[in-house]
């Protein structure tokens, strides 16, 4: 079995900073594209940002140049940095990423339980 673990959501006030941090654990082959998601109450859930296993990124518009997505392939683990929060950034943050249990398996998407992320003064 595989889990996606998040962690580092919480409250904090307009312009302030949060980091997420997910760890990915169980019978691991191979992780290729890990990724963040959200999705706020009346939305459904979007793209925030990728990191493929070499470490190219892709930002969705609204975060670029105030989100910064990691990982450490060592330890399994993607980050997402957010600087100069919004109250519109409110939202549960979920992790993906895509992965093989074995060498011979096809790649599966796996999501994280989601961390709640909440911008207010």
């Known amino acids: 079995q595989v889990q996606l673990v998040e962690s580092g959501g919480g409250l904090v006030q307009p312009g302030g900073s949060l980091r997420l941090s997910c760890a990915a654990s169980g019978s691991i082959f191979s992780i290729n594209t890990m990724g963040w998601y959200r999705q706020a109450p009346v939305n459904q859930r979007e793209l925030v940002a990728t990191i493929t296993s070499s470490g190219s990124t892709n930002y969705v518009g609204f975060v670029k140049g105030r989100f910064t997505i990691s990982r450490d392939n060592a330890k399994n683990t993607v980050y997402l940095q957010m600087n100069s929060l919004k109250p519109e950034d409110t939202a549960v943050y979920y992790c993906?990423?895509?992965?093989?249990?074995?060498?011979?398996?096809?790649?599966?998407?796996?999501w994280g339980q989601g961390t709640q992320v909440t911008v207010s003064s």
């Open positions: 993906n990423a895509y992965i093989r249990t074995v060498r011979t398996a096809p790649w599966r998407a796996y």
